[in-house]
C-alpha cells in the first residue's frame, strides 16, 4: 500500500470498528472531517485493499443497491431495518434453520447468511407517532 494509503488506512478501521457496517460514502464523509483533501477514489482503493486482505467482507447492501463493508468476516446474520437501513449484527438460532427450511420446502437447504429485514426501535417509534 502506498504512503499516502496507509495514512488513511488506521482510521478507516478505526471508524468501521465503530459502526461495524459502512458505505464508502460514509467512510468518505468521516475521514474529510480530519482530512479535507481525501477523495472517493482513494476510499475506494482502500477498503477493496482492504476486502482483499480479508480485514473487510461485504454487507448486504444499502438502499440504492449502495455497496456496504463488514468488520466481521465470519458467517453471521443480519437485521435490516428497511425504513433507515440499519444494519445490525445478529445470530438467528440454529433451531430456526430446520424450520426455515420446511416452509421453503422443495428439499431446499440453508447455507448462506440469513437477512432479516423489518422496523429498528427507533423506526418503530417513530413511525407510531
Ligand atoms: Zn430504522
Ligand atoms: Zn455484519
Redesign the pocket.
Known amino acids: 500500500m502506498t504512503e499516502r494509503l496507509t495514512r488513511y488506512v488506521k482510521d478507516v478501521e478505526d471508524y468501521l470498528k465503530k459502526t461495524r457496517h459502512s458505505s464508502n460514502g460514509e467512510i468518505l464523509e468521516h475521514l474529510q472531517k480530519k482530512y479535507a483533501d481525501v477523495s472517493a477514489t482513494t476510499v475506494h482503493r482502500i477498503t477493496t485493499r482492504l476486502v482483499e486482505r480479508s480485514k473487510l467482507s461485504l454487507a448486504p447492501v444499502a438502499k440504492g443497491n449502495v455497496m456496504r463493508f463488514d468488520t466481521s468476516s465470519e458467517p453471521h446474520d443480519h437485521f435490516l ?6 444494519l445490525r449484527d445478529v445470530n438467528v438460532a440454529d433451531g430456526i434453520r430446520p424450520i426455515l427450511e420446511q416452509s421453503i420446502g422443495d428439499g431446499c437447504s440453508i447455507s448462506g447468511n440469513l437477512v432479516i429485514t423489518g ?6 417509534m ?1 413511525l407510531k407517532i
Do not use: F, P, Q, R
Not at 422496523?119 to 418503530?124: A, M, N, P, V
Open positions: 431495518c428497511s425504513n433507515c437501513d440499519m422496523l429498528c426501535k427507533k423506526c418503530t417513530e
